[in-house]
């Protein structure tokens, strides 16, 4: 794919020291998304796709797997592995067919990039699929979508028909007597699998519950195979790096950090939504060129990265959302899903939904994370509901305690972290429940309608 | 919540032709339950030849069980236990190995429900934006509540997790639809638009059908209605607000609240001596205490439905 990022049409005009919009800003997976029928193969062939597919199938497999290691492309699922360096440990030479899962299961509270990406723009996967099914010489790839996006799979079973019609699939589709397969398969609703092993269980036709490391997928995965599993914005960043090159895709972010990457900007901002830029952009920087908080409010709390990662406040504003900056602010890129809350948030009641997600979300195959969670919960909802007692807030921390590290996935690590993030930065608000016998803020004022004019309806909001 | 008289809160008993389920309810303690009923000869043959389709899929059969369950889904409105033995035979697995599996996931039903499935996001984000108050305001509505069926069948409303959608939020899913920005105006309208048989139009997706035909395209089948992959258009408007900004289409709004500044502590809405009596954010409120542990008013609560 060459997409090319979209060029400036000129200054808009933003004040002062903020640099505009298309400086900061660089669209790549997301620049064709306003065009006619953007999820077709003749539009994306239009703007270049499949052009770093032609790239990569004449190189040699492990000159693409070192090509994208260079690049410094790093997972876009949360973790941030380096994509190159997952596939390098594909054993070769072995009997054993390899795979290639990619994990679309996006369901991290917060977390609404891939969606829209494959609602879309399908194409820029199925590109980088083939792309990673070269590199790791895998004849059958899978697509585990979360069933509960509909009109997605129904642009994804269209974009691998087209896919498979077109020759970049199937037959041949890697060279002579190399056929490669692309199956779309559904999930039932289960976060869990979002977490790459129990995926891999789900994906077989078991409950989808994790499964201890070692042996990694990448030795003993699908099928016991080795197999590789990627986020949907890693595989679809790939055909762009073939096509124009790691120099460029360097030039973007910082050392550690490079490349472009989707920002998901939600909750109390004047303009929620996709903002697809260069890593290591800053929280300020964001909010200034899309119209800040909504009129009125200023900015609580904020996620960096889905609930998963510490919550962080106005203090971090300035810290470059990437993985170093993050990881230093004591919290994590994730997802880049940028939840923000304003002043009429109750940080208490975030925090207990939150706990509430992960303690209905916990698959119940090891008991820190099982039983845990079950305690947080009891705990928040008095907490919430003026029922608490001050001890229990050490006794909050102490259960995370439990959670934390000691669990055998890493939803135990995100069902600890807004508790511990919480407590660090708004202990207080915790006792104002406590003492005062009850939740002091009124739900009502953080509702997105809260301050619009009456009988103004959504539409005219949104246009 | 109240319960009107007109709502069933079995909703087993609001779909005629599947009786598995209510089967289920009367078997005596001690009686081992009598094996499912098949398909019918038809439905089966027509359902097997599914079957070994979506079994081809897979270079292991088992991978076909979450399609199979779909499957089942679409031909019954839920999953039954007729479905699960139908899957443990295609797959040669056993019943209990199918049920463990169906039992795990969270859009396998698992007695009749609604022709529309009104799922109000109502995970962190979504319930602060509105979500909570959709849900309490359907709920309402409806006369139902969490995981119930309107008497006339037509929807089963229930709260969800995040649908990854939150830069449209307060989000609803209906068939696992998109219905984006949503206030509780709306949701009214909407589900008042379901249940007259008027339809409703999602935000980005095609027009609805209804829920079996929804699990039918989830086993792997496309849907193959005429325009309902051009539906929706590209990407929404959220999803579009980047990339707009980037190629200078819009300036940036005002920003009002510049975030640079320092913020004061947060001043509660409420003194803490005038709170109000209390509005809980959980779905269901707090469970007494546990007898064992009276010195610590929290307790364990029974276990969620289903």
Not at chain 1, 44 to 63: E, I, N
Not at chain 1, 407 to 423: E, H, Q, R, T
Request: proline share 8%.
């Amino acid at each position: 794919m060459t997409m090319t990022p979209t060029s400036p049409a000129g200054s808009t005009g933003s004040a002062g020291s903020t640099a505009s919009p298309d400086k900061l800003l660089a669209p790549v997976l997301s620049a064709t998304w306003d065009q006619p029928e953007s999820w077709s193969l003749r539009t994306y062939r239009d703007h270049g796709g499949y052009a770093g597919l032609r790239t990569a199938l004449a190189m040699a497999p492990d000159d693409v797997i070192a090509y994208v290691k260079e690049s410094g492309l790093r997972g876009r699922g949360g973790a941030g592995f380096p994509t190159g360096m997952k596939w390098q440990f594909i054993p070769q030479g072995d009997s054993k067919p390899h795979y290639l899962v990619v994990n679309a299961d996006e369901s991290e509270p917060g977390t609404c990039k891939d969606i829209p990406l494959l609602y879309a723009n399908p194409h820029a996967l199925i590109e980088g699929i083939v792309i990673a099914c070269h590199a790791i010489r895998s004849g059958h790839a899978f697509i585990y979508l979360r069933g509960e996006v509909v009109p997605v799979l129904r642009r994804l079973h269209a974009a691998v028909a087209e896919a498979y019609e077109a020759g970049y699939l199937g037959k041949d589709a890697l060279g002579p007597g190399k056929d490669l397969q692309l199956t779309v398969h559904a999930g039932a609703g289960a976060y869990i699998c979002g977490e790459e092993t129990a995926l891999l269980d789900s994906l077989e036709g078991r409950r989808g519950q994790p499964r201890l490391r070692p042996p990694f997928p990448a030795v003993a995965g699908l099928y016991a195979c080795p197999t590789v599993v990627n986020n949907v914005e890693s595989i679809a960043s790939v055909p762009a790096v073939l096509a124009r090159g790691k120099e460029w895709f360097r030039s973007m972010g910082s050392e550690k950090s490079p490349g472009f990457t989707l920002y998901s900007l939600s909750g109390h901002v004047a303009r929620p939504g996709q903002y697809e830029g260069p890593l290591g952009i800053t929280l300020r920087e964001l909010l200034d060129l899309s119209g800040g908080i909504r009129p009125g409010h200023r900015l609580k709390f904020w996620t960096p990265g889905g609930s998963s990662t510490p919550l962080l406040t106005d203090e971090h504003l300035d810290v470059p959302l990437d993985y170093e900056g993050m990881m230093g602010a004591g919290s994590m890129l994730g997802t880049k899903a940028l939840q923000i809350f304003d002043e009429t948030t109750c940080v208490v009641r975030a925090v207990t939904r939150w706990t509430e997600f992960y303690a209905h979300e916990s698959c119940g195959k090891c008991t820190p994370c099982r039983e845990g969670t079950y305690w947080l919960v009891q705990l928040m909802r008095d907490i919430e509901a003026g029922k608490g007692l001050m001890a229990d807030l050490d006794k909050l921390a102490d259960i995370a305690d439990n959670i934390n590290g000691k669990s055998f996935c890493a939803l135990g690590d995100g069902a600890a972290s807004p508790i511990f993030s919480s407590l660090k930065y708004f202990r207080d608000e915790y006792e104002q429940h406590i003492t005062g016998r009850g939740c002091p803020f009124d739900p009502a004022k953080s509702t997105v309608w809260a301050d619009r004019p009456a009988g103004k309806s959504t539409a005219e909001v949104n246009a | 919540m109240s319960q009107p008289e007109n709502i069933l809160a079995d909703a087993a008993a609001a779909t005629s032709g599947s009786t598995s389920a209510a089967v289920t309810e009367r078997v005596a303690l001690g009686m081992p339950e009598l094996p499912a009923p098949p398909f019918p000869a038809e439905t089966l043959t027509r359902l097997e030849r599914d079957a070994a389709e979506i079994i081809g899929r897979y270079p292991h059969s088992r991978s076909a069980l979450l399609p199979l369950l779909h499957l089942v889904q679409s031909e019954e409105g839920f999953v039954s236990r007729t479905g699960m033995q139908f899957c443990a035979d295609r797959l040669g697995l056993t019943l209990a190995e199918v049920t463990a599996v169906a039992t795990f996931y969270s859009m396998y039903r698992r007695r009749p429900g609604g022709e529309y499935h009104v799922g109000v996001c109502t995970n962190t984000l979504c319930a602060v934006m509105g979500g909570d108050a959709i849900f309490e305001a359907l709920q309402q509505h409806l006369g139902i509540g969490n995981g119930e069926t309107t008497a006339d069948g037509k929807v089963t409303l229930e709260h969800i997790e995040c649908n990854a959608a939150c830069d449209y939020a307060p989000v609803i899913m209906v068939n696992w639809e998109f219905f984006d920005d949503q206030t509780i105006e709306s949701a009214r309208q909407l589900v008042d638009d379901l249940i007259a048989g008027r339809g409703a139009t999602p935000t980005r997706g095609a027009p609805l059908c209804g829920f079996k035909a929804t699990s039918r395209i989830l086993a792997g089948f496309p849907d193959r209605r005429e325009g309902a992959l051009e539906a929706g258009g590209s990407g929404g408007h959220a999803s579009l607000i980047g990339l707009r900004l980037a190629k200078g289409e819009t300036g940036p709004e005002r920003i009002t609240a510049r975030p640079a500044e320092p913020a004061p502590r947060d001043v509660p809405v409420y003194p803490p001596d005038q709170a109000p009596a209390g509005h809980p954010s959980s779905h269901d409120a707090p469970q007494p205490s546990a007898g064992s542990d009276p010195d610590h008013p929290a307790g364990p609560v029974s276990e969620e439905r289903e």
